[in-house]
């Protein structure tokens, strides 16, 4: 009788180890799907490691800075340069009325000296937000701002938006070199800094709170502006650059004005003289940033 027989076992057996094989195959199925599913997904997102990158991942290691780039959520940046920090409230001054913050953007260049000699003669403070440049005329350019009254921040040490917006270790790497540069160059510590690009662009939409929060913890102040001249592009004008400013800080009680120090921006130093003259007409005073002044900073975006 084949039930129950010595075959018949046999047969169940065989067909108990068919079905394991089988289910076994069929999850093997389901997760190659599901992970190239998630793959597609992760590269998408740009958060996909591939080749060395996936190899080397350990939780247990420390991030390198391509890991940083692929795990975001990690925080070990705030281990990185323990004495890039500064003492700060964030207790601002009452705003003051009728306020111009001139403000230049990526110098020092051939044209800082005129800018300086300008600003002399009309005895008006500015701010200066410095790319990296540890040259001799460089320095005695930082020291005669500091001795004139005028403040020194940070911009960037590369400027090169898509190196500084890898992540957030990535834009402290920039912001140290020229930090730590001003500050043996001048003995005075930067407490202020500019966004290469603003605090909100194009580049660093994936990164920006991070940073942003990263900065603030550390006790910086970042200031964006409310004024443009426009000319950060070629083919502004003397007049245009004039027109701009005036027109945009008549918007305002407190503006915050952008200016490029560059070699190439002779009609913003040439418009420089005409635009205080107005301002000054029209009532206006012209002030310094400080940590204490209450910064001008973009909406965080959706």
Known sequence: MYFRSVQFYKHLILIAIALVVLASIGSCALLAVSNHQMKKVLKENGLALTGENAASFSPAKKQTEAQRLYYPASFDYQQLYPNLFIDNDYNYLPDQPHSVYLTFDDGPSSLTSQILDILKKYHIKATFFIVYNDSPEAQVL??????EGHTIGVHSTTHQYQTI??????????????????????????????????????????????????????????????????????????????SNVINEVQKYDRSIVLLHDLSNKT???????????????????????TKEVRPVAFNYID
């Open 267 to 289: 009609d913003t130093a040439s418009a420089l003289p005409a635009i205080i003259d107005k301002l000054t007409e029209e009532g206006y005073s012209f002030y310094p940033l």
């Open 142 to 147: 930082y020291k005669r701002m500091i001795a």
């Open 165 to 242: 917006y890898r992540s957030a270790g990535a834009f402290l790497d920039d912001f140290a070199q020229t930090a730590l540069m001003l500050e043996q160059s001048t003995g005075v510590k930067p407490e202020i800094f500019r966004f290469p690009g603003g605090s909100i662009n194009s580049y660093n939409k994936a990164v920006y709170p991070q940073i942003i929060a990263e900065m603030l913890r550390r006790g910086y102040t970042y200031y964006d502006w409310n004024v443009s001249a426009d000319d950060a592009t070629g083919g502004a004008t003397r007049q245009q650059i004039y």
